[in-house]
């Protein structure tokens, strides 16, 4: 009963926060591509929930082999959010998204959005080079949790400083699970590896 329990919240986290911006006011006004590189956006976040439950091995039913591999695709997956977010809002706007990756914009969302999107390509090309890189699994892991601490802190912060689709109370609970969800991997995973 407590998996289910948990699986079912995890749904939930997810799901409601989507459907709500789903069904946002906002989106009326908006073309399609903008909205597609706003929910991409928005699953980025819910993978960031994912992520660290799979990394601490917190998610019942799923084996360590497992969840090693499912962190790695859901990490692939990530990647491709942010592409299609930060490309969606370059077709949308060129000269904002200029502005935002030189840290010229006046809005404080973007600083934080772009740190936290270097973040997962410097994690994901650590991941794809681990190998040659020839570093030690405990300095590896130690800059992997780096990395992941500055994408949560700064996608969090992005997300909750937008004032767009999401609904306010359920992006803050989400993101509220993301630092939880990330705190208790990186006490978890002392133990792991």
Same mark, same amino acid.
């Given at each position: 009963m407590a998996k289910r329990l948990i699986w079912l919240g995890?749904?939930?986290?997810?799901? @409601?926060p989507v !459907? !709500?911006?789903?069904? $946002?006011? @906002?989106?009326?006004?908006?073309?399609?591509?903008?909205?597609?590189? /706003?929910?991409?956006g928005? &699953? =980025?976040? *819910?993978?960031? %929930?994912?992520?660290? +439950?799979?990394?601490?091995?917190? +998610?019942p039913n799923v084996s360590p082999i497992k969840s090693r591999r499912l962190h790695?695709?859901?990490?692939? &997956? +990530?990647?491709? $959010?942010?592409?299609?977010?930060?490309? /969606? !809002?370059? @077709?949308? $706007?060129?000269?904002?998204?200029?502005?935002? +990756?030189? @840290?010229?914009?006046?809005?404080? #969302?973007?600083?934080?959005?772009v740190v936290a999107m270097w973040a997962v390509f410097?994690? =994901?090309? !650590?991941?794809? #080079?681990?190998n040659r890189l020839r570093m030690r699994p405990r300095n590896w892991k130690r800059l992997h949790l780096v990395? =992941?601490?500055i994408i949560v802190s700064g996608t969090v912060v992005h997300a909750l400083l937008i004032e767009g689709a999401m609904e306010t109370i359920s992006k803050t609970l989400? *993101?509220? %699970?993301?630092?939880?969800?990330?705190?208790s991997a990186a006490v978890r995973t002392r133990g792991l590896r």
């Open positions: 995890l749904a939930a986290a997810i799901i @409601f !459907l !709500l911006a789903a069904n $946002s006011p @906002f989106l009326q006004w908006r073309g399609p591509v903008y909205i597609i590189a /706003g929910f991409a928005i &699953f =980025g976040l *819910c993978v960031l %929930l994912i992520q660290p +439950l799979l990394a601490g091995q917190m +998610l790695q695709w859901a990490g692939a &997956f +990530l990647i491709l $959010s942010v592409l299609v977010h930060v490309i /969606g !809002l370059w @077709f949308t $706007s060129p000269p904002d998204v200029i502005d935002v +990756l030189l @840290f010229r914009s006046p809005t404080p #969302f973007s600083v934080w959005g410097a994690t =994901g090309a !650590l991941a794809i #080079f681990r990395l =992941g601490a989400l *993101c509220a %699970l993301v630092v939880l969800a990330f705190a």
